[in-house]
């Protein structure tokens, strides 16, 4: 199996929904996801590598929360995660590595502003080998 995403139409807001091999594969179609969400997002080259820590016990809230730390670091502070990678994923919660590249402003196309990431329909399945994320996105 391989992984992926896509966006569906929820109401006034957008639905990203991600699928991996394992927990941890899910990093990559996520974020990917989310910055579809957002637009066509171009990152500029430099940048640093940096580890995101997000703690918590639910598996779900963590995945939940790793996309509303994308949303502050490219709503803040124009930076786009570039090749992510989990580094730690336990019942403590979820590390991940990543270029934080600045925003290539001239590159991109922003088709809409994602507000933020919601609770609403939030889920973490895993069913015939395949972990599936579903969450709603505020825009």
């Known amino acids: 199996m391989s992984a992926g995403f896509e966006l569906f139409d929820h109401t006034a807001d957008l639905g990203l929904r991600a699928w991996a091999d394992t927990p941890g594969g899910l990093v990559e179609p996520l974020?990917?996801?989310?910055?579809a969400a957002v637009g066509d997002v171009a990152a500029a080259p430099g940048g640093s590598v940096e580890t995101l820590s997000i703690g918590?016990?639910?598996?779900?809230?963590?995945?939940?929360?790793?996309?509303a730390r994308l949303l502050l670091l490219f709503e803040c502070d124009g930076v786009v995660?570039?090749?992510?990678?989990?580094?730690?994923?336990?019942?403590a919660g979820l590390?991940?590595?990543a270029r934080h590249a600045p925003l290539d402003a001239a590159a991109s196309d922003l088709a809409r502003e994602v507000k933020a990431v919601t609770y609403h329909a939030?889920?973490?399945v895993e069913a015939d080998g395949r972990w599936t994320f579903t969450v709603i996105l505020d825009i």
Not at 31 to 35: A, E, I, Q, S, V
Not at 56 to 67: E, I, K, S, V
Not at 81 to 91: H, I, N
């Open 56 to 67: 918590g016990a639910d598996p779900a809230l963590r995945w939940r929360d790793y996309l």
């Open 95 to 97: 590390e991940v590595v």
């Open 81 to 91: 995660l570039v090749d992510p990678r989990v580094t730690r994923l336990d019942e």
């Open 31 to 35: 974020t990917r996801g989310f910055y």
């Open 122 to 124: 939030l889920s973490l």
